[in-house]
């Protein structure tokens, strides 16, 4: 157990479960009812059999070779209406430790994190509300970390080891996660939130330049704008004209390494 992650000060509102095969992180903490709950619960796994994306895509994972964790917070300091700060929060957790390893690392809005145009971490989070405010929020995420190949017909996986080509500690980048996440997540209880979102959006996979997208009209070539405190997405397209999108409205374009595009 890394002193880093998890030390004697923590023991009051953060615990850290430890587990083989399970079939999902997110589905344990959805039914584990501890004793004496703590503010954050976190689950790591060295194998999902059930790992779930968004979309309800899975997520392929080699056993013992990569990160797979879920975190349980509750915060009822957030209102339903601004729930995608915690998304920030978890993407930017993730995204600075992966940038002490390797350069290019960005955020594809909403939260998948990518090596230049290849996807190194997928999160899926889970809200409960109550009222107008979050009950639980649960974070389930995946980082390829030691894996060299793929074999699902995921379009554009990648690896810290194929990018660095040397091998990585998975506990050492998980305590830098969770590191960050206590930072972010203590400014989102003190409603110290602005920093968060201008980080978020300074990290952004394709922050500037006009880039391919398709919605339900089909292909157009747009610029980020913004994203909005409820996740929404807004694009400028080469007319001038603005396009607000909720999650799933839009998709990205994007070259695979075999040059042919997907789009995600």
């Not at 400014?187 to 500037?208: F, H």
Request: net charge negative.
């Amino acid at each position: 157990m890394s002193e880093a992650l998890y030390t004697l000060d923590d023991s009051l509102w953060f615990e850290w479960i430890e587990l083989e095969d399970i079939d999902s992180t997110n589905n344990f903490l959805r039914n584990y009812r501890p004793i004496i709950p703590k503010e954050i619960t976190l689950v790591t796994a060295t194998h999902q059999t059930a790992g779930r994306g968004q979309q309800g895509n899975s997520w392929e994972s080699e056993t013992g070779k990569n990160l797979l964790f879920s975190l349980r917070v509750h915060p009822h300091m957030v209102d339903a209406n601004q729930q995608f700060i915690l998304s920030q929060a978890i993407a930017l957790a993730i995204c600075e430790s992966l940038q002490l390893y390797t350069d290019d690392i960005r955020i594809k809005w909403p939260n998948d994190i990518y090596w230049k145009d290849q996807k190194i971490c997928g999160i899926l989070i889970e809200n409960t509300l109550s009222g107008k405010q979050i009950e639980t929020c649960i974070i389930g995420a995946g980082i390829n970390v030691n894996q060299a190949v793929f074999h699902s017909d995921a379009p554009n996986p990648v690896s810290l080891i194929q990018i660095t080509g040397v091998e990585s500690e998975p506990s050492f980048l998980l305590a830098e996660v969770v590191k960050r996440f206590k930072h972010y997540y203590s400014k989102i209880k003190s409603n110290d939130t602005a920093s968060i979102t201008q980080a978020y959006t300074d990290a952004l996979y394709r922050r500037e330049g006009f880039y391919p997208y398709t919605d339900e009209k089909g292909l157009f070539h747009a610029q980020i704008t913004s994203i909005e405190p409820t996740g929404h997405l807004v694009l400028t397209d080469k007319e001038g004209t603005q396009r607000r999108y909720a999650f799933k409205e839009v998709r990205f374009v994007i070259p695979t390494p075999t040059n042919q595009v997907t789009e995600l």
